[in-house]
């Protein structure tokens, strides 16, 4: 993977990421945090997450993306769409598009890196092995925990901490996708608990039509913008923000 130091940026002595559109409402995000995205299921959200990705391999810096909601080829047309062809990254070990969606739709991955059972013990063995293999600043992307936890809360808040605490170690940038009102309220508040900061991706209605919003809730240890903002695409689905009027 891409360790150039060249790309690494620091605050005192913590290293940080300039992520697009995140640290528009969080600021530059250190290494090592664990971000929760609580989102609508009908928004915007999964492009959105594209964009962010899409400017992070731009800089030369690493990429793992894990799909549980949707096919990989989806995924990989949005990249093109923004003109990154993602699999000149993972050509060069610099991204993986990790498919999870198939397994759970019962059906073989056509990917090289791909889940092989629902397991969530014997993926947590995955998940610390290969971690190692990613540098400090890579930015990891779980699209959606919440196709993977329906009716295993409990024990997924347990896996969940087990992931959170090996890639935080790593020192990379980790966002994990949650859908909004399909969990109870303890599940959510214990996500919360094992996160560094929260942000929303809410589908609104504004001035008679619905729009796609953020706003961050919280990051520890350092101030972030809370306001809303509306997310703005373009006919490629480029995305940009601009404050609510």
């Known amino acids: 993977m891409n360790m150039s130091s060249s790309l690494r940026a620091k605050t005192g002595e913590t290293e940080t990421l300039d ?25 915007q959200f999964n492009p959105l997450m594209i964009n962010v990705a899409a400017a992070h391999l731009k800089i030369g810096r690493d990429l793992l993306y894990l799909s549980s909601s949707r096919p990989t080829v989806e995924i990989r047309q949005q ?3 923004l003109g990154v062809n ?6 060069k070990d610099n991204a993986v598009l990790f ?10 991955s056509p990917e090289k ?4 059972t629902t397991n969530l013990n014997e993926r947590s063995i995955v998940i610390g092995q290969s971690a190692t293999q990613w540098p400090p600043g890579t930015l990891v992307i779980v699209e959606s925990f919440s196709s993977m936890a329906v009716n295993e809360e409990n024990v997924f ?7 959170a605490g090996v890639w935080r170690a790593r020192g990379t940038v980790m966002i994990i996708g949650l859908a909004v009102d399909i969990h109870t309220l303890q599940f959510y ?10 942000f929303e991706v809410r589908l609104v209605e504004h001035h008679a039509e619905m ?18 903002r509306q997310i703005l695409f373009d006919d490629k689905m480029k995305a940009s923000l601009q404050f609510l009027k």
């Open 86 to 91: 993602v699999a000149e990254y993972e050509a």
């Open 189 to 198: 508040q214990e996500m919360k608990l094992l996160c560094d900061g929260v």
């Open 19 to 43: 992520l697009a559109i995140l640290s528009e409402i969080f600021g530059r995000i250190p290494y090592g945090r664990v971000i929760l995205a609580l989102y609508d299921p009908d928004s």
């Open 211 to 228: 729009i796609n919003t953020i706003r961050s809730r919280s990051m520890k240890g350092q101030r972030s913008d809370t306001r809303w």
């Open 113 to 116: 890196y791909h889940s092989t």
């Open 157 to 163: 808040a347990k896996f969940s901490r087990k992931v």
């Open 79 to 81: 990249f093109n769409d």
């Open 99 to 108: 498919d999870d969606y198939s397994t759970q739709m019962g059906v073989k």
